[in-house]
């Protein structure tokens, strides 16, 4: 089973260590203290005390893999273990703690400055001149450190002083720098399959370390809790617990789907605004607006505005979307985007997510047309390799004394004196006569725009 962000199989003098965001444990007696084993959350009760007892990532874990040749002792390489809550950085770090003699360091970023990492490798370093003995720097939440505490530690892991392990809910990429990123091997993991939650929920029912049998879970509740965990361990082991302490007080011994739902009344959404599911979620969103999938994108929306996105941010989104990927295959759609985003200005939150959300069903379902884009794209390309030329003589401002004299405006036909509206009239650069940017497709209303395009063309290119 795999649950982190806790500390797990500590004795209470190094529980009381890593709150100071320094603890160090030794290779043996990691098994947790009596009074830790009654008092203790679940998720930290059921910690895996050997990988085979993890549950999850077996991608990482199988055998020959890096991490697991890590956890056994036979890896001498720093990791990156970046992934979401609850999916066993922190697990795979305690188990680290007993692998062969090499002596244990754990900080949190959040507690932890420049100071404290210089010690650590200053005491790292006599260890490995003195006893031969090799220091695992855990860093836990490593994308909270700054630039320069990260740049403390780049040397220390060139020359392998330290290894480190470093986890991250975050992409590395963007939130640890390039050279430590290059130092270290990058281990994604993954949120826990169904079947994964459901067989680590069985399993802290009926363990001794966990309810012990105490208790037994209807499939509907178990269905339940395995839906609210969505990947998440730690979760799942948090709402089992809620949900079983909620029966004591009743003398109940049956969690059904009420007593879960009584017990978690709402299912944290993981997102984090300032980190990659940002930018995981709204890429999401507009992609599934442009693949026509309503439900999908509803469905990003509101998982959105659940976690507290900013709804300007949304809405701006929106209107960005209306003109790069539905354009005029609905000339509509961007009058919908701009709506929305103005209603949101006069009404706020939260009424005014019904017309987010109406904008954002009105451009999935809109006809898509990316010509526009194309077209403004192609003609900033050609500005910059160098096709610019002239503005013709008829068409520059002749509303100035002498404007005529040097031959501007003069020559300039006004359309509207044509019965048609339109007339043959050179306007763009002489080096630019015939280029086409705009090429409108089948889809909706530039269906119309095709048909008419080529008209207009011919009129004002001359036939």
């Keep these: 089973m795999i649950a982190d962000g806790h500390q797990g199989d500590l004795m209470p003098r190094q529980v009381d260590m890593m709150e100071d965001g320094l603890f160090a444990l030794p290779s043996s007696d990691t098994h947790p203290s009596k009074a830790i084993r009654e008092t203790a959350p679940l998720a930290v009760r059921m910690r895996p005390r050997t990988l085979d007892e993890v549950v999850g990532q077996s991608h990482l874990l199988r ?5 697991r040749r890590l956890v056994e002792g036979g890896s001498a390489a720093s990791v990156l273990l970046c992934g979401p809550p609850g999916t066993g950085k922190t697990t795979i ?9 090499r002596h244990f360091v754990a900080l949190s970023a959040l507690s932890s400055g420049v100071k404290e990492l210089r010690d650590v490798i200053s005491d790292a370093r006599r260890r490995r001149d003195r006893h031969g003995q090799q220091t695992v720097l855990f860093i836990d939440e490593v994308h909270r450190f700054s630039r320069t505490q990260q740049d403390a530690l780049l040397g220390a892991v060139e020359d392998r002083t330290v290894l480190l392990v470093a986890a991250t809910t975050e992409n590395p990429s963007f939130s640890v720098v390039a050279p430590l990123l290059s130092r270290s091997l990058v281990l994604q993991l993954q949120p826990l399959t169904e079947d994964e939650v459901r067989e680590l929920l069985r399993r802290a029912v009926a363990d001794q370390r966990g309810l012990d049998g105490s208790v037994s ?12 965990a969505a990947g998440d ?3 799942a082991l948090t709402a089992l617990e809620a949900s079983a302490d909620g029966l004591a007080g009743s003398g109940g011994s049956v969690i059904d789907l009420p007593e879960v739902e009584r017990a978690v009344t709402e299912v944290t959404v993981r997102y984090d605004r300032q980190g990659d599911q940002h930018y995981d979620v709204i890429s999401a969103f507009i992609k599934s607006i442009r693949g026509s999938d309503a439900d999908a994108a509803l469905h990003y929306l509101a998982r959105m505005i659940v976690a ?8 701006r989104r929106l209107v960005v979307h209306a003109s790069e990927d539905v354009g005029l295959a609905d000339p509509t759609a961007l009058q919908a985007a701009v709506a929305a985003a103005q209603a949101l200005d006069l009404v706020g939150m939260p009424e005014a997510r019904f017309a987010l959300a109406q904008a954002t069903v009105h451009l999935a379902m809109a ?6 884009v194309a077209a403004i794209d192609e003609a900033i390309s050609d500005i910059r390799a160098g096709a610019v030329g002239a503005v013709p003589p008829h068409l520059r401002d002749g509303h100035y004394s002498g ?3 040097l031959g501007n405006a003069v020559g300039y036909r006004l359309p509207h004196d044509a019965p048609e509206g339109v007339l043959e009239q050179q306007y763009p650069p002489d080096a630019l006569v015939g280029k086409n940017y705009y090429h409108p497709t ?16 011919r009129t004002i290119r001359g036939r």
Excluded at 63 to 67: F, S
């Design 63 to 67: 055998p020959g893999a890096p991490l």
């Design 93 to 101: 770090a305690s188990l680290l703690a007993t692998a062969g003699s």
């Design 217 to 228: 879970v209807t499939a509907e509740a178990e269905d339940a809790l395995v839906r609210l």
């Design 233 to 235: 361990a730690r979760r």
């Design 308 to 315: 507290g996105e900013d709804p300007r941010f949304i809405a």
């Design 367 to 372: 006809p898509k047309s990316n010509s526009v």
């Design 403 to 405: 404007a005529k004299a």
């Design 442 to 457: 089948q889809h909706g209303s530039e269906r119309d725009l095709s048909d008419r395009l080529p008209a207009l063309r």
